[in-house]
């Protein structure tokens, strides 16, 4: 389990707050699954930058020696 920090994935918008920029997994992650820190058994498919910033957010990688992938879009969050 690796924690995904600001140091790995951080996206600034001078006019939006990281808890409004959402992050959507936008395919299937290849050899590995995003969880939230609290409840690593249920893989995530949206997340915000400010759980990045805090560090909620986790890679579980599935123990192959290939690469992984994961392919996000990130946009202004919902109301």
């Known amino acids: 389990m690796v924690v995904v920090g600001p140091e790995v ?4 918008d001078a006019d939006t707050a ?3 920029l959402v992050y959507d997994v936008h395919s ?3 050899n590995g699954r995003l969880a939230f820190v609290d409840s690593p058994q249920l893989s995530v498919s ?4 400010e759980d990045i910033n805090n560090r909620r957010v986790v ?3 599935h123990g192959s020696r290939e690469n992984f992938a994961i392919y996000l879009e ?3 969050g919902r109301s």
């Not at 994935?9 to 600034?12: D, I, K, N, Q, R």
């Not at 949206?46 to 930058?49: L, P």
Request: hydrophobic share 45%.
């Open 59 to 61: 890679f579980l990688h």
């Open 46 to 49: 949206t997340f915000t930058q």
């Open 74 to 76: 990130v946009g202004m």
């Open 18 to 20: 990281p808890d409004r």
């Open 28 to 30: 299937q992650v290849i």
């Open 9 to 12: 994935l951080e996206t600034v």
